[in-house]
C-alpha cells in the first residue's frame, strides 16, 4: 500500500489552490443565463471567431510537431557545445512578454518584415491574415511540445536503438519503427498541451492579427466597447468549449494508451 501520510497543512493549501482554478471557472458559467448562452451561440461573430481559432491553433500545432519533433529528438539524442543556451533560447516564448513576442513578430513577418517583405511578393501574408495568426500561436506555445517529446524521446532507451543499428536498421527506420511508437504519448501530449495554449493566446496575435479576429481578440474589443455584461457570455461560451474539445483529446489520449 502506498503511503499517504502527507506533511500538516498539505490539504488546506492544495484545496486553496484548487478552489483559485476553479472559483473564476465557476463564476463566469454561473453568471451566464441559458437564454444568453443561446444568443451568444447564434451569434455568427463569435462563432467564427471560435471556429478561427481553433483551426489556427491546429495548423500551428501540425506545423509544431512536423518542424519541432526533430529538434527535440536531437535534443534528447545528441550532446553539443551550446545545449544548454539552446534549450534556454526554445523556452524564451514562455518567459518574454507576449507583447513583445508581437512586436518581435512583426519586425519579422510583418509586410515590411525581413521575412514578411519577401513572402508577401509571392502572395503570401501574415499581418492581418490567417497566416499571422498560426504565427504567433506556433511562437508562444511551441516550447511546451518540443520539451514535452524530448522528454518522451528520453524516456526510451537509447540501447534499443543502438541493437537495431547494429542489426543494419538505417537511422531512419529507427526512429520510426523503434523511437516513435514507444514515445508517441508524450508527443500527443505535447501537442494537445500546445493546442491548447495556441487557443488562449492573445498578445502576439492581437498586434501582428487583429484582423480576423480570434476570439479573444474579439472578447478584447467587446469589453473595450461594451463592458462585462455584453462580454461574460462569450467567455462563459468559449470555456465550455475548450472544456468539452480538452477532454475528448485526453480521453483519446487515455484510450489510446490504454489500448497500447
Known amino acids: 500500500m502506498k503511503n ?3 506533511p500538516l497543512g498539505f490539504p488546506i493549501a492544495a484545496s486553496l489552490i484548487i478552489l483559485f482554478i476553479i472559483l473564476p471557472i465557476l463564476v463566469t458559467l454561473l ?3 441559458l437564454e444568453g448562452l443561446l444568443k451568444t451561440i447564434t451569434d455568427e461573430s463569435v462563432a467564427r471567431s471560435i471556429g478561427l481559432t481553433l483551426f489556427a491553433a491546429a ?3 501540425v506545423f509544431g510537431v512536423l518542424l519541432g519533433i526533430p529538434l527535440s529528438y536531437i535534443m534528447a539524442r545528441v550532446n553539443f557545445p551550446g545545449k544548454s543556451l539552446l534549450a534556454g533560447v526554445i523556452d524564451l516564448p514562455l518567459i518574454i512578454p507576449h507583447t513583445a513576442a508581437g512586436i518581435a513578430l512583426l519586425l519579422v513577418f510583418g509586410r515590411q518584415g525581413i521575412l ?3 513572402f508577401s511578393e509571392l502572395g503570401l501574408f501574415f499581418t492581418d491574415h490567417l497566416g499571422g495568426i498560426v504565427v504567433g500561436m506556433m511562437f508562444v506555445s511551441l516550447p ?3 520539451n514535452a517529446s524530448r522528454e518522451a524521446f528520453q524516456s526510451v532507451s537509447l540501447e534499443l536503438e543502438q541493437v537495431a543499428r547494429v542489426d543494419g536498421a538505417s537511422p531512419w527506420q529507427v526512429f520510426w519503427h523503434i523511437t516513435l511508437p514507444l514515445s508517441w504519448r508524450g508527443i500527443l501530449s505535447g501537442a494537445i498541451t500546445m493546442w491548447a495554449r495556441g487557443i488562449s493566446e492573445f498578445g502576439a496575435v492581437v498586434i501582428l492579427a487583429y484582423s480576423p479576429k480570434t476570439i479573444s481578440v474579439l472578447l478584447y474589443e467587446r469589453f473595450q466597447g461594451f463592458g462585462l455584461e455584453s462580454t461574460t457570455p462569450v467567455a462563459a461560451l468559449l470555456l465550455l468549449l475548450v472544456l468539452f474539445v480538452f477532454l475528448i483529446l485526453r480521453w ?4 489510446l494508451a490504454n489500448e497500447g
Open 4 to 6: 499517504r501520510s502527507f
Open 31 to 33: 453568471s451566464v443565463t
Open 59 to 61: 495548423i500551428a500545432t
Open 116 to 118: 514578411g517583405k519577401p
Open 144 to 146: 511546451l511540445l518540443i
Open 252 to 255: 483519446i489520449e487515455n484510450s
